[in-house]
């Protein structure tokens, strides 16, 4: 299967996530077409005992013994677009995923058969699937990544989020980075690299946003995961370069001959590796010396002090690339979130960056010029402006699953191997909470339509508990819910805490087209963002 760099940015976000309680939304009025819905006692099947199925090859199972039934046996699979020719189906999946799902689920229901990547897939198109498949990981469904993925990062890092025990262990430890203490220890690097970037924008002439973006969220991933020191120059520069090479092309095929991506992303990875080591090594040594008064700023310093509290070792090879693994999925959703949300700033109403700017001003007049863990957890406007981007235009929108046992969805028999694709975007367009009905009529609702930001863009909705983040669905959710999720939003609400208290942006190109809904934001906007950053003091 060959994923698309959407799927790499979801795959990145699966893998560092703990649990965490999540509440969905309740079914709305039933306005949903009918689509044709099997004949089988559906109900009948639903509330037999459910019986789980072994792992192939348990000591405990005959191999050569047929499939036991199961109580979903009987139901019928998802009807759909099955084809031995799987790129007209990827291609239009891949140009517009709204209009694609759309069509589909008008036709089949929310769970239909497709074929993605040349892999039958079943996907899985609104809330009620996505809680059931995401929720039920370790239990009904099974993490999936790119086979370039494990084969560029290996055992020791794709593993665990596959085993139960395995990845319950790594969750409580690289947990240990995104505590409240953590998340305070990391805002004084957030803040400084974000003053940096602002005071550069605004001396130039216009800059473009996705590519200053790209090098903010590689600063921001770098300096709080590991924190390398160094200074801007040509040895930061050539990092960043083969960064990019590395992160562009690790969902790719595994066909490692010159000039191949997958070679080109083992190269990069290789070159990190060897700059990025001797730097790791010297951390862990400073902090073995320091014992329990080590000053910890970093994440891999808090998930070495975890590692050390369960007696586990700190080989530097499997630090340096716990590192990359870090870095890879928090540079992804940087990148990609806040070029939207620093693109679609001088497109917004007046009023949401008038209410941005009055809530600084009542934030300051309470806690100081400080940016305090108090300070900014009363800024909820710019946390519910971050939230919206996020609704909008995700970095990931859609997580793959493999089933590990046959379940019923929707009345259909979602059988053992199966491989499931979430569609996240899907699911967010025809939320009840938020669309007023017309997903079912256009494949790009009024709430999700970017070209029309007035009547899209409503941070209120985050206010008044209409939504939570569930309604975000892009982070996932269960066993395998983003915990890079509020280091994201501390970034995102510092930066426009910052614009709102003493920067004016406006475009210095047309009107940005975002071009069609996509698996993610990696392609989006479809043509160069053009701003005027100039500093003017409001607070």
Sequence with gaps: MLPSSGFCASIAHAHFTVPLPVSLPHAGPAREPEWPRPRTAVLAHAQAPRQRLRHAGAASVDAAAPAAPTPFSELPEPTGKWSLLPWAETAEFNRDHLAWAHKRVQKHGPVFMSNLYGTKTVVVADFEGWEKVLGGDHKISEWATAPSLEALMGPSQIAPAKDKTAHKKQRRQQGAAFTPEAMDS??????????EYL???ASRDCVDVAEETGKLAFDFSEGLVVGLGLPDGTERELLRTKWADFSSNIASYVLDLPGTPFNKARRAKQFILERISGRVAAKRDAMLAAGSAARRSTLLEHYMGARLADGDDLDTHFLSMTVLMLMLAGSDTSKLSHKVLLGVLPELPIRIIDRMREEQREVVARHGLALTRAAVSEMRWADAMAREVLRLRGPAEGLFRIAKEDFELHGRRI???????????YAKASDPRVSAGDHVHAPTPAHMDMRDLATAFKPERWLGGELDKAALATFGMGAHFCLGYP????????LLALIARGYDVEA???????GPSAMSAGGSPRAPVLQRYRARQYV
């Design 186 to 195: 990391y805002l004084p690097r957030v803040e400084a690299t974000c003053r």
């Design 199 to 201: 005071e550069r924008w």
């Design 487 to 494: 280091l994201y939003m501390q970034e995102a609400v510092v």
């Design 415 to 425: 059988a053992k191997g199966t491989s499931i694709y979430v569609s996240s975007l």
């Design 508 to 514: 210095a190109s047309g009107p940005t087209d975002w």
